[in-house]
């Protein structure tokens, strides 16, 4: 059974800089694609960027073009996101998810959000940017 623990969220000013981690347990992510997901308060849960299992193909939605990187290093059972020049409409809970449909070593990966294939998700981390 695949885990998924996400940290390194917290309090940024605009402008500022944040790398989250998600940290998979009990299964390789050479099987999976992994997608970032955020959900701000009052607002439905959105894709943000995610990579393929076989580290790729990254895609980004155009909020965070050129601001946010997702990257999996060889041997590596860990997915960071790496987010600068931070806003205040990146405020949100960030979620990291595992989609396996695509099977190991993919160069396929989505943000859009359907539970059908993102079956597998940590417990979310807060991400707040406020001066």
């Known amino acids: 059974q695949l885990q998924l623990v996400e940290s390194g969220g917290g309090l940024v000013q605009p402008g500022g800089s944040l790398r989250l981690s998600c940290a998979a347990s009990?299964?390789?992510?050479?099987?999976?694609?992994i997608g970032w997901f955020r959900q701000a308060p009052g607002k439905e849960r959105e894709g943000v960027s995610c990579?393929?299992?076989?580290?790729?193909?990254?895609k980004y939605v155009d909020s965070v073009k050129g601001r946010f990187t997702v990257s999996r290093y060889t041997g590596d059972n860990t997915v960071y996101l790496e987010m600068n020049s931070l806003e205040s409409d990146d405020t949100a809970v960030y979620y990291c998810?595992?989609?396996?449909?695509?099977?190991?070593?993919?160069?396929?990966?989505?943000?859009?959000?359907?539970?059908?294939?993102?079956?597998?998700w940590g417990q979310g981390t807060q991400v707040t940017v406020s001066s």
């Open positions: 009990g299964s390789s992510l050479d099987y999976y694609s």
């Open positions: 990579i393929s299992s076989s580290r790729k193909v990254t």
């Open positions: 998810a595992a989609d396996a449909s695509a099977g190991y070593y993919s160069d396929w990966c989505t943000t859009i959000l359907d539970l059908n294939d993102y079956a597998d």
